[in-house]
């Protein structure tokens, strides 16, 4: 005959813990502030108050929240900076700037390069390769919209003439330098003194000849690639920040090397701000009609540009930069 169950053959699994489950989060007060200088692969170098160099993690914590050169953090852990040792990043503080771009015009999503920024250098070189306007003026928007101040570097003077539409920027009030092989150090180090600094260019212009003449102790940060960590890996896929301070203080200023830049999109930045950008053209753009596109044949940029009837190629070519970057096709 079966035998019947009742209510107290039913087994009941027990709980995992008796520990009731706490929201509140740890403060980690006892974090230790740090500098991201390089993220590769899932591990991040810092480098703390003290100069010691550290390879951590990002911890889950934090959620999606990214960590990009630049950053000031809280680790907890390991932070001995002993080969081997991991330390764990669970703070990043509000950031005052980004630098970012869209991979292209067309595309929506936006990738933040680094942070908190005093200077966006934008070095160029006078030939080989040749300057390029429309990239320059990218630039510039970004660093107009986040609170940057630009700086224009020409180098290869002595191979090629500065282009003459640099004069262009020196009426919108950007700095522009021109160096050429051989010249001193001492100017460029003055400017860099005390900041952090971003060098911001195409493959070729030489950004990696002066990171070599300014930052000497470079290696030093780098060091060599642990294979399990990956400390101290930098490629040219990937920004990295050096002290200009031999002794690591952080206090001496930055400065940020980035990989040659093939494409730099606004798509993330609303057109009025890159409008903005162009105040040699603000007070024209302010007489044309409301809702204007910037690209009919009743916009006042047509007008101001060939007063008379006679274009001038230096307005001209301002405003089609303009045009460019607000993706407007002329026919």
Same mark, same amino acid.
């Given at each position: 005959?079966?035998?019947?169950?009742?209510?107290?053959?039913?087994?009941?699994?027990?709980?995992?813990?008796?520990?009731?489950?706490?929201?509140?989060?740890?403060?980690?007060?006892?974090?230790?502030?740090? $500098? /991201?200088? *390089? /993220?590769?692969?899932?591990?991040?170098?810092?480098?703390?108050?003290?100069?010691?160099?550290?390879?951590?993690?990002?911890?889950?914590?934090? &959620?999606?929240?990214?960590?990009?050169?630049?950053?000031?953090?809280?680790?907890?852990?390991?932070?001995?900076?002993?080969?081997?040792?991991?330390?764990?990043?669970? %703070? /990043?503080?509000?950031? @005052?700037?980004?630098?970012?771009?869209?991979?292209?015009?067309?595309? @929506?999503?936006?990738?933040?390069?680094?942070? #908190?920024?005093?200077?966006?250098?934008?070095?160029?070189?006078?030939?080989?390769?040749?300057?390029?306007?429309?990239?320059?003026?990218?630039? $510039?928007?970004?660093?107009?919209?986040? &609170?940057?101040?630009?700086?224009?570097?020409?180098?290869?003077?002595?191979?090629?003439?500065?282009?003459?539409?640099?004069?262009?920027?020196?009426?919108?009030?950007?700095?522009?330098?021109?160096?050429?092989?051989?010249?001193?150090?001492?100017?460029?180090?003055?400017?860099?003194?005390?900041? *952090?600094?971003?060098?911001?260019?195409?493959? &070729?212009?030489?950004?990696?000849?002066?990171?070599?003449?300014?930052?000497?102790? !470079?290696?030093?940060?780098?060091?060599?690639?642990?294979?399990?960590?990956?400390?101290?890996?930098?490629?040219?896929?990937?920004?990295?920040?050096?002290?200009?301070?031999?002794?690591?203080?952080?206090?001496?200023?930055?400065? %940020?090397?980035?990989?040659?830049?093939?494409?730099?999109?606004?798509?993330?930045?609303?057109? #009025?701000?890159?409008?903005?950008?162009?105040?040699?053209?603000?007070?024209?753009? !302010?007489?044309?009609?409301? #809702?204007?596109?910037?690209?009919?044949?009743?916009?006042?940029? #047509? @007008?101001?540009?060939?007063?008379?009837?006679?274009?001038?190629?230096?307005?001209?070519?301002?405003?089609?930069?303009?045009?460019?970057?607000?993706?407007?096709?002329?026919?």
């Amino acid at each position: 005959m079966a035998r019947e169950f009742d209510e107290s053959d039913v087994r009941i699994r027990p709980a995992r813990s008796t520990r009731p489950r706490s929201k509140d989060r740890p403060s980690h007060s006892d974090a230790i502030h740090a $500098l /991201v200088t *390089t /993220v590769d692969r899932g591990r991040t170098t810092c480098i703390t108050d003290e100069g010691v160099i550290v390879t951590a993690m990002r911890s889950r914590e934090l &959620g999606p929240k990214s960590v990009v050169v630049g950053d000031h953090v809280g680790i907890v852990g390991d932070t001995s900076g002993t080969v081997g040792s991991l330390a764990r990043i669970v %703070i /990043v503080q509000e950031r @005052k700037n980004s630098l970012s771009r869209t991979v292209d015009d067309n595309a @929506k999503v936006e990738r933040t390069i680094v942070a #908190n920024i005093d200077q966006l250098i934008i070095v160029v070189a006078a030939t080989n390769p040749e300057p390029r306007r429309g990239l320059i003026d990218r630039f $510039l928007v970004s660093a107009f919209h986040e &609170g940057i101040a630009p700086i224009i570097l020409v180098t290869k003077t002595d191979l090629g003439a500065l282009p003459e539409f640099m004069s262009e920027y020196e009426l919108l009030n950007v700095p522009v330098i021109s160096r050429k092989k051989g010249d001193g150090l001492e100017s460029l180090q003055a400017l860099l003194k005390g900041k *952090t600094s971003v060098l911001v260019g195409h493959s &070729g212009v030489g950004k990696s000849t002066l990171i070599n003449a300014l930052v000497h102790h !470079a290696q030093r940060v780098i060091g060599e690639v642990n294979d399990v960590t990956g400390r101290g890996r930098h490629t040219s896929s990937s920004a990295i920040a050096l002290p200009l301070s031999p002794h690591l203080k952080l206090s001496d200023g930055w400065i %940020i090397d980035t990989p040659g830049i093939r494409a730099f999109g606004l798509a993330h930045i609303d057109p #009025n701000r890159i409008i903005a950008s162009f105040s040699d053209l603000a007070e024209v753009i !302010a007489q044309c009609m409301p #809702n204007c596109s910037h690209s009919e044949a009743g916009c006042a940029l #047509n @007008k101001w540009a060939a007063p008379g009837g006679v274009e001038i190629p230096e307005r001209q070519a301002r405003i089609q930069s303009l045009r460019s970057l607000l993706d407007i096709k002329l026919d």
